[in-house]
């Protein structure tokens, strides 16, 4: 029998001669027991789940779940399939169920797992496939993890550390433990962001004190929420490994956009082996759901992989007459067209309808909230929304060697909104103190857009001048188009109140709306498109310090025409609104000294600019918004990777703001602006997440934030994000426990916010704490049965929204549960 001193030889030859595939993976180990192990971590229990797969793909989930180096033959593994692993144990235990049956040997240094098939000398001729620390993965299936130390949000995959800028990621794992299943939903349990209820359907995506309304899928940004009335844009997750997200400026990445920040959504993939997983869940207000989510190889090579995942769901509401309905469906199909190979294919839709209570209730005149029911529906029993989006992915990378990769990819999406709705609100002024001044506001939305986006990045890491280099080479395009219309008409009540809304009104059209008195209707069509190219370079001039340059040029057309229709005048046009912005140059540096492995400062620096569609006296529309992004910060990778931590300050000014001109004469029946407002936030943020301590999953992240206007002739001095918290701190953690209760997962987190501001008047939203918890059973290796509890005191509160004194003050949903049970047979 060979020992460990024996073959460790064997194996740093072949590294050090052989081309290696290398990527992260945190996990635990597990051995057949022929060779002497001399780690103690192979003795400390973990929580492991690996389904039966070729064992390739075992090796690198074990290797995950264990965050152990993992070096074997590629050669050696082929052809051979694991067993199925699952439940709390030693990596020792685990590594020997998985291998049992293989004829594979291993031994073990420190935190290396070495493998090798039949005796020490057989099999070495192939090279060798290494799973290390030297370069990384970032998905997060199967990882059993609230952290990844890598992300693809800046083009190629880097860790955590690498990017001079404040970065979270949302797991799968964490996701499934606290039953997130909507954008909106998920941004609120993570560092820094609010996901706000818009005045539509949909929702807003805020950060640092800003909308951020380009989404990235696959690191493609396409613009997701411009609509001539409201928001509507949503957002399922269950298409989804994770969701990275960038606080902080990201004009390098797609140009114009916000300064707060950038979402990527990355999308389940094809998978390696066969795995089926079955989930049913009930719940609070007839809540009922059911998905399957099934993928695995095609053909008998396993160069074929495909995925698909079917949901529906259905739930009525605490509110009075609200419910909403989804079916979604997702079809993935990955091709490796050679060894260094890759084509992606992957089509979505969604299809929802509701009855939402459109802008929730109105406030009085000084300000307060009526005493009415959280259930309390301010709309009819005929609103009804339905929100069709349907999208297609596609991608293509190429590794020309270990060090270099060119990947392509491009997203389209349709997306297809109707609705009718009453809203009740009180006219601007605020209801009266006997709850009397309500106004019915009757609107029919039909909105149709599409959206396209396009990126193409070479990446490559060199040597030169003795130092290591990596550059960065890309170009994207995004364009916007939409046809959209939409009617409304206001009617006040003279005998309806707050606390006796009349819910049965007359059924509302098109065309009943724009022949109704002081009824009119938009037509709309909107033309953005922009096109950019974009590079960074790295260089390292010595071993503990990086230097990151880049810089991105930026070509931008905008284009809004509108007409309006009443019943007296026809179809009369609007003066268009156009911009053009060419060749705009966005810099970025950043600076990275690493104190020890584990620990590094960052320093950074960006630009943004946001095109205006506001025009001076002379008609001439404003230049645009310029921003800059200052931030500095620490970032720890703990614990052989299993904990990312972070601490931030901040800086963002913004200028050139439009605001109001109209005073002079030039602009007697015209609508004139300046560009000279000017706006500040800063704050810091800190996070921590990953296993913190021996089976405890955390994540925790807190925000201090001020937002401020420090130029504007009306508001200097005043709040400028009136939704933004200055104080955000959000928790949750899972502990799996051992021993006896080995079978047994407890979860409990919360949330907790300082006060926010009435949009339109001087008066406090005040800020809350919500309690949430989870209990899970794993009953069989097959069944896990699962209880979140949401709410858990039963707060009564208002969410952060466009609060105004007529409208959009929304409770937060009561104390609710919802039960799942998930079935994953085993192959």
């Not at 433990?177 to 539509?200: C, E, F, P, R, Y």
Request: contains cysteine; glycine residues 10%.
């Amino acid at each position: 029998m060979s020992s460990i001193h024996e073959l460790k030889p064997l194996f740093k030859a072949l590294v050090m001669s052989r081309g290696l595939r290398s990527r992260r993976v945190l996990a635990g180990l597990g051995l057949v027991c022929v060779l002497p192990l001399s780690a103690q971590v192979m003795a400390q229990d973990v929580s492991i789940d690996i389904p039966a797969q070729p064992l390739p793909q075992a090796l690198q989930a074990f290797g995950q779940q264990t965050n152990q180096q993992v070096i074997y033959n590629a050669g050696d593994m082929a052809g051979l399939k694991s067993t199925r692993v699952s439940g709390t144990m030693s990596p020792q235990a685990a590594i020997a169920e998985l291998l049992k049956g293989t004829g594979v040997r291993y031994s073990v240094e420190g935190n290396t797992l070495m493998l090798v098939r039949g005796s020490a000398g057989e099999g070495l001729e192939l090279g060798a496939t290494t799973i290390s620390a030297e370069s990384v993965d970032a998905t997060t299936e199967g990882s059993n993890s609230y952290t990844s130390n890598a992300v693809t949000l800046g083009k190629g995959t880097h860790t955590l550390k690498e990017i001079p800028q404040s970065i979270t990621v949302m797991t799968r794992k964490q996701m499934d433990d606290q039953n997130l299943v909507s954008l909106k939903d998920a941004v609120n349990q993570t560092t820094g962001i609010v996901g706000l209820q818009g005045v539509g359907q949909g929702m807003i995506l805020s950060s640092r004190g800003f909308q951020i309304d380009d989404w990235q899928y696959d690191g493609v940004p396409i613009l997701r929420n411009n609509y001539s009335l409201g928001n509507w844009a949503t957002q399922d997750l269950i298409f989804f490994d994770r969701l990275e997200i960038m606080r902080g400026a990201a004009g390098l990445l797609q140009g114009t956009g916000s300064p707060g920040g950038a979402v990527n959504l990355v999308r389940k993939r094809g998978q390696s082996a066969p795995t089926v997983t079955l989930t049913g869940k009930a719940g609070s207000w007839d809540h009922y759901g059911l998905q399957l989510d099934a993928g695995g190889p095609l053909n008998q090579a396993g160069n074929i992989r495909g995925r698909v995942v079917i949901d529906e769901d259905q739930s009525n509401s605490f509110v009075d007459y609200a419910w909403s309905k989804t079916h979604s469906l997702y079809g993935a199909l990955d091709v490796d067209l050679s060894e260094d190979t890759t084509l992606g294919f992957a089509v979505s839709q969604s299809n929802g309808e509701s009855r939402g209570n459109i802008r929730g209730l109105p406030r009085y005149a000084d300000g307060s909230m009526p005493d009415v029911s959280r259930s309390t529906y301010t709309g009819a029993r005929w609103n009804r929304s339905e929100i069709d989006v349907t999208t297609y992915y596609t991608d293509l990378e190429h590794r020309f060697n270990e060090d270099w990769a060119f990947k392509v990819g491009a997203v389209y999406m349709t997306e297809d909104n109707q609705a009718k709705n009453q809203r009740t609100q009180n006219g601007g002024v605020g209801l009266n103190p006997d709850g009397t001044g309500v106004q019915y506001a009757d609107f029919v939305t039909d909105f149709q857009s599409t959206k396209s986006g396009l990126d193409m990045n070479l990446n490559g890491k060199f040597e030169a001048l003795s130092m290591e280099q990596e550059v960065m080479l890309g170009g994207n395009f995004s364009q916007l188009e939409t046809d959209d219309k939409f009617a409304r008409t206001f009617n006040n009540s003279s005998s309806d109140t707050i606390f006796d809304l009349n819910n049965n009104r007359p059924d509302i059209s098109y065309e009943g709306l724009i022949n109704s008195p002081g009824g009119r209707g938009t037509l709309s069509k909107y033309d953005i498109r922009q096109k950019g190219v974009y590079g960074t370079w790295r260089v390292k001039p010595i071993d503990d310090l990086t230097l990151v340059l880049g810089s991105r040029v930026s070509w931008y057309d905008f284009s809004y025409k509108s007409k309006t229709e009443t019943a007296a005048n026809g179809i009369t046009p609007n003066e268009p609104s156009t911009g053009t912005e060419t060749g705009v140059v966005t810099p970025y540096g950043g600076i990275i000294y690493d104190l020890s492995r584990e620990w590094a400062v960052y320093a950074s620096y960006t630009d943004i600019f946001q095109p205006q569609t506001e025009h001076d006296t002379s008609g001439t529309v404003l230049k645009p918004i310029v921003g800059t992004n200052y931030e500095v910060g620490l970032k720890g990778e703990l614990m052989d990777g299993r904990v990312n931590t972070s601490l931030a300050i901040f800086r963002y000014d913004h200028e050139n703001r439009a605001i109001d001109d109209s005073s002079d004469p030039a602009c007697v029946n015209s609508d004139c602006s300046s560009a000279s407002g000017k706006v500040r936030s800063q704050g810091f943020d800190a996070e921590i997440s990953g296993e913190v301590i021996d089976n405890l999953q955390l994540f925790a992240g807190y925000t201090f934030n001020t937002t401020k206007y420090l130029e504007d002739p009306d508001n200097e001095g005043s709040i400028y994000s009136t939704w933004t918290p200055k104080h955000m701190l959000r928790v949750w953690g899972n502990y799996q426990f051992t021993g006896d209760w080995k079978r047994v997962s407890t979860g409990l987190g919360f949330t907790t916010q300082s006060h926010t501001m009435v949009y339109d008047y001087d008066r406090e939203i005040p800020g809350y704490t919500v309690w949430n918890a989870r209990v899970g059973y794993q009953l069989t290796p097959e069944i896990a049965l699962a209880l979140n509890a949401n709410n858990l005191f039963d707060k009564t509160y208002l969410t952060s929204a466009y609060n105004q004194l007529n409208g959009n003050n929304n409770f937060g949903d009561p104390r609710n549960l919802m039960f799942s049970v998930k079935y994953t047979p085993e192959f």
